[in-house]
């Protein structure tokens, strides 16, 4: 009787403890280039495969993009807005379909602390498109409420500096008095060969990119 007791015992310590273990990332990175400073990210595909996928198609599509940060509550959330409203430059016809897209919950035992990524949706679990949040500290009563996929792996001083800006409420949001744009974003894989040099190139490149982008649109989408 005191062996099997012992080996439940052993069990439910295992299990407990494989449950607050934080998932592994794969190997690819997105970074958010804003007005602030980068954000880096990696994926949980292993919780949440199916918003992986789509959050990764709307990177390379460029969908992100001239995107803002529409809301900041220190100590809460950095929610990214809806690509398909929040963009300052118009959509292509293949970015709309994938950012029009509705993505089914994910709900694992990953806990909603600072860093994480959490998928933002309406009443219906099965709403989220395009929005998300970074965590900007521990918030438990989100958790198996809201589709988490990722998390924060480098910027957390850019975070720090969008937490300081100056906001405004707006019914339950606390929102940024001046836009946090995303000027543009790119990915890269870290089991490949190290490319710091090209990244930096590639960088330069798409933060000028950008720059054209929303001066064609200030003088053309006023």
Known sequence: MKIICWVCLVFVITKVGALSEEPQLSSARVVFQTNYGDIEFGFFPSVAPKTVDHIFKLVRLGCYNTNHFFRVDRGFVAQVADVAGGRSAPMNEEQRREAEKTIVGEFSNVKHVRGILSMGRYSDPDSAQSSFSMLLGD????????????????GDETLRKLEELPTRREGIFVMPKERIT????????????????????????????????????????P
Request: proline share 2%; glycine share 4%; net charge positive.
């Open 139 to 154: 918030a438990p009563h989100l958790d198996r409420q809201y589709t988490i996929f990722g998390k924060v792996t480098k």
């Open 182 to 221: 995303i000027l543009s974003s790119y990915y890269y894989d870290t089991e490949m060969e190290s490319c710091e040099k090209e990244r930096g190139i590639l960088k330069r490149r798409l933060a000028a990119s950008a720059v054209e982008i929303e001066r064609q649109r200030m003088k053309c989408f």
